[in-house]
């Protein structure tokens, strides 16, 4: 296929395009840096420079793309959500969305898929609830935020585009994401769950996520919002506690709520709640995961050559269905 992938240095995008390309797959990363995406990928992938808001000569790229994923945004969790920062993070999202649907409509050749990353902030928070992708949409502003990437990422279904809103959780790789601000006070014998603890953690390990992007992307029968997370939901206590066992350290120190707020924030509203989402439709497509349990992501990320072995010595997983989950 030929893919092009915005967000392609990022921590989600650089494992997605080394993935794609590895594949055998072609790929061009529209970038802002191309310095920075040259040192990342070298001759890989074909590099492009944009904007991310703004038509350009970039948009040749898309006539004979057969995919467009969309990564493009500022990081949620880097800075205090201040009016400002909440403007940021939106309007990136938005005008980079924006700019490669009108790319889109202008094309001579349709038949593409556009998958476009969203969130599952956009169920808003809840200890109750349970979310598959018929779900509402919730309150509060990363729900606010969902809304309007999706929403723009929709309107190429009006000419014919294929679209897939893919909402991520908790992305888990050891270089980037939340899990390596975790590590440190589990490695000093500190660490311990995020008040109140019984906040729900619908995750993914990062190569299951690059995965389902493929899966997605090349299965004509899926579109629409699909929820990007392993079967297992767990509480932040539980994951903490499973965090302990896979680092032989102790959880026992639980970080209060109110030191979180007074240290981010309403940015600390993204460790503090939660919700439990289920991803039917991935599940229904036939998708395998080969993480569906937190301590085998876990065991993978930080313990790779025991995880390697005991991979080698252990039955294979044909499926998830027979796997329980965690309640």
């Known amino acids: 296929m030929r893919i092009v992938v915005t967000g392609g240095t990022g921590f989600i995008g650089k494992a ?13 990363v529209l970038t802002r840096n191309l310095a920075q995406a040259w ?42 959500w201040t009016p400002a920062r909440k403007r940021l993070l939106i309007e ?11 790319g889109l409509s202008r094309r001579a050749r349709r038949r593409v898929v556009l998958v476009n990353a969203s969130g599952i902030g956009y169920y808003g928070a809840s200890e109750g609830g349970r979310f598959d992708e018929t779900a509402p949409r919730g309150g509060g502003f990363l729900a606010d935020l969902s809304a309007a990437w999706e929403s723009e990422a929709s309107r190429a279904e009006s000419f014919g585009v294929r679209v897939v809103r893919l909402r991520l959780g908790m992305v888990l790789e050891r270089d980037g994401g939340a899990l390596p601000r975790m590590l440190l006070p589990f490695r000093l014998g500190v660490g311990g769950p995020i008040s109140p603890g019984t906040q729900w953690v619908s995750w993914i390990h990062r190569d299951d996520l ?4 493929g899966h997605t992307a090349t299965n004509e029968s899926i579109a629409g919002a699909v929820n990007a997370v392993a079967p297992e939901v767990v509480t932040m206590k539980e994951f903490c506690r499973t ?43 036939g998708f395998s995961f080969s993480y569906a349990d937190l301590e085998s992501a876990l065991q993978a990320i930080l313990r790779p050559h025991q995880a390697a072995h005991r991979t080698r010595s252990a039955p294979s997983r044909s499926s998830v269905s027979d796997r329980g989950r965690c309640s």
Request: charged share 20%; glycine share 10%; proline share 4%.
């Open 210 to 213: 690059i995965r389902l992007i």
């Open 16 to 28: 997605l395009c080394r993935y794609l390309l590895s594949e055998g797959h072609r790929v061009t």
């Open 92 to 102: 990136s999202r938005v005008a980079a969305t924006r700019a490669l649907v009108e």
């Open 39 to 80: 040192r990342m990928f070298g001759a890989g992938p074909e590099l492009l420079q944009w904007d991310g808001a703004h038509a350009g000569d970039w948009e040749h790229t898309l006539e004979d793309a057969d995919a467009v994923v969309n990564l493009a945004g500022a990081s949620i969790a880097d800075a205090w």
């Open 243 to 285: 965090l302990g066992h896979v680092m032989h350290r102790p959880s026992w120190l639980s970080v209060p709520e109110f030191a979180l707020k007074l240290g981010l924030g309403e940015l600390g509203s993204l460790l503090t709640t939660g919700q439990y989402v289920i991803p039917a439709k991935a599940l229904a497509s």
